[in-house]
């Protein structure tokens, strides 16, 4: 009983992981996407002389590397891509977001914090680990 648990367990963790590749996946697709659509949409500006919005540059562009940074938060699963897309978040939030000085103030104090624990207390062994193999079924024995 105990190993039908146990497979079942571990199949369990297989869909799961190759799910979180395939939500990976998808979204950089999608990046590369908007990606593609910022630098026609702004190219545009700068061929017509129009009004060019440098924040809303700078937004899209945030927005699509915290998008990166997520995605290989999903595939990687290390606790170091998780501070990293939390930095990006953080760091985000304070320049983006019309805050007040001790918003912005707190927002570089918590990055500090999240450098110190990347370079301090995250292991590099673990920064090392490669996601499991996905495998929907079984091999045939021969």
Do not use: C
Not at 108 to 135: H, Q
């Amino acid at each position: 009983m105990t190993t039908k648990k146990s497979r079942l367990t571990k199949r369990v963790n297989q869909v799961a992981g190759a799910l979180e590749v395939a939500i990976a996946l998808g979204m950089i697709l999608v990046i590369i996407y908007l990606f593609v659509q910022m630098v026609v949409e702004f190219s545009g500006y700068a061929l017509s002389r129009e009004y060019f919005d440098a924040n809303q540059f700078i937004a899209r562009a945030i927005h699509l590397v915290i998008g990166i940074e997520f995605a290989k938060m999903l595939y990687l699963r290390t606790p170091a891509s998780v501070i990293d897309m939390l930095m990006l978040a953080t760091a985000r939030q304070a320049i983006l977001d019309q805050t007040q000085l001790l918003e912005n103030l707190l927002a570089t104090i918590a990055i500090g914090i999240l450098f110190v624990l990347r370079k301090y207390v995250v292991s590099e062994k673990i920064e090392i680990k490669k996601p499991a193999k996905l495998r929907f079924w079984p091999r045939p024995k021969a």
